[in-house]
């Protein structure tokens, strides 16, 4: 008992030291970047702008550029106007203060994130000791497409933080407070009602597991399937073909009711959210609020693809191991002809429904420039070049999710499609949630990996900081410094 009590105050200690160690860097980081640029900053002009009519008490002003709802300016607005009460601020809305915003939810995400890997990894073969834990906590809290916007006033930070927020308040099951988290991550970013749906989706059919059990023979689902969900998922169809009679229909009729009986209620709250937001897209006439012919929605399937590759790079200590490569290349041996059909399915996707935003052709100041003018749009070809990887990309995501089951699978990605592919800029800002939601689901790594994922993060934090900060560039005819981020 003693060991344990111990153990539990040896793990308290370093999980405060790395949260202290944390907030202190980030803050000397945030330091360096603001008296780097002390002028707002690319959509910081339009987004500090906006909260500062809304700290004038001007609510009925609205910037034509911006396209997600006012969120962001309402959060940073209580928070400074909160602390004003006791602590002297010359101005709430400064943008030293604004960009403090981000820092704030930057240090709370490191807390989310050890309580939902906690909740996720609590048992059985994904179980994750406390030091895994805060390891991976700390990892995710550095990872670089999030981390660098924690020293801008962009709607990243805040808008991640009420998406795990609202994940974090599932997953305790009290879902009316998610629900409620999930609205502000809504208002906040509009595409986040797609997480919000997914966690509906998700709970109704954990409902129709309890409920559907025992509807057919396991021995017949057992021959179909060895995965669990895809037994459930064919158990009415099984049943009826082995029974067509009428009253097994009639049996199988109050099952479903049952399931709506018992999931129904228990996603009521996401169901306001989503019925809320289909009525403000019918009033609104369209997802985004302002500067609408930049931002219409397109089918754009490669955008599925190039998050594969994306979180290929990012999570390859576990991604691209021997092992895995040796798996997914036997995979590839022992099922050619389905390879076959989802290269085809690829080829056709970058043939059809490859494009290319005007904004990503013109802004140097991207990384993403620079990808597609290299590599991507190199030549007539060099976009087909990459299928293998894209093929390897959604075999590792599949792979690695497949502990997880068949439907809770099907529904990541099948969000990810649904957020990604309408839009028609390749913009690496939209692949964060995804990417981190795919990161906390995967299995617990040995320590070495969890070694290789910090260094990568902290390498690429370090070139991206350091280009942005010490390597400013001018357009022609103009005075005003450049500077590269994501």
């Not at 097994?248 to 996603?267: C, D, I, S, T």
């Not at 959210?273 to 399937?301: E, K, S, T, W, Y």
């Not at 749009?377 to 959604?394: M, Q």
Request: charged share 15%; net charge positive; with cysteine.
């Amino acid at each position: 008992m003693v060991a344990k009590k111990l153990d539990t105050l040896r793990h308290r200690g370093l999980r405060s030291a790395a949260v202290v160690i944390f907030a202190v860097i980030t803050y000397r980081l945030l330091m360096s970047m603001h008296n780097s640029v002390l002028e707002p900053y690319m959509d910081e002009e339009f987004h500090i702008r906006q909260s500062k009519a809304y700290c004038a008490g001007n609510f009925t002003q609205w910037d034509p550029k911006l396209t997600t709802l006012p969120g962001l300016y309402f959060v940073a607005l209580g928070l400074w106007k909160a602390v004003s009460l006791f602590v002297h601020l010359s101005d709430p809305c400064s943008i030293w203060l604004l960009r403090m915003t981000n820092y704030v939810f930057a240090v709370g995400n490191i807390f989310l994130y050890q309580k939902i890997l906690s909740i996720i990894h609590h048992d059985g073969a994904i179980k994750m000791t406390g030091l895994h834990v805060l390891l991976t906590s700390i990892n995710l809290a550095t990872f670089p497409l999030l981390y660098f916007f924690t020293f801008l006033y962009y709607t990243e930070h805040v808008s991640a933080f009420l998406v795990f927020a609202m994940l974090y308040g599932h997953l305790r099951g009290n879902r009316k407070l998610a629900a409620l988290l999930g609205a502000a991550a809504v208002f906040t970013r509009q595409t986040n009602v797609i997480w919000v749906g997914s966690l509906a989706l998700l709970e109704v059919f954990k409902q129709y597991k309890v409920v559907m059990k025992g509807v057919a023979d396991d021995r017949d689902l057992r021959r179909l399937s060895a995965d669990k969900d895809v037994q459930v998922l064919l158990a009415p169809f099984v049943s009826l073909k082995k029974n067509p009679s009428s009253t097994n229909v009639k049996r199988l009729l109050g099952y479903f009711a049952g399931v709506a009986m018992e999931g129904l209620p228990r996603v009521l709250g996401y169901i306001v959210v989503l019925l809320a937001f289909l009525v403000f897209v019918i009033v609104n006439r369209g997802i985004v609020v302002g500067d609408r012919n930049a931002h219409q929605a397109v089918l754009h399937l490669p955008q599925l693809l190039y998050f594969n590759v994306f979180t290929l790079f990012f999570a390859s200590p576990f991604l691209l191991t021997p092992d895995k490569l040796k798996r997914f290349l036997r995979s590839c041996s022992r099922h050619r002809r389905n390879v076959m059909v989802v290269l085809v399915f690829i080829l056709a996707a970058i043939y059809g429904f490859t494009c290319a935003h005007p904004y990503l052709l013109a802004d140097n100041r991207h990384y993403t420039f620079y990808i597609w003018r290299n590599v991507l749009n190199r030549n007539w070809y060099a976009r087909y070049l990459a299928s293998p990887v894209y093929l390897c990309g959604l075999w590792a995501l599949s792979d690695e999710l497949r502990y997880r089951g068949f439907f809770q699978t099907l529904v990541f990605l099948l969000s990810c499609l649904a957020l990604l592919t309408p839009q028609k800029l390749l913009e690496f800002r939209y692949f964060i949630v995804p990417y981190m939601l795919f990161r906390m689901q995967m299995k617990q790594s040995t320590m070495t990996q969890l070694a290789l994922e910090f260094l990568l993060y902290q390498s690429v934090n370090a070139l991206t900081l350091y280009l942005f900060m010490y390597k400013p560039f001018y357009w022609e005819n103009s005075t005003e410094e450049m500077h590269f981020m994501w």
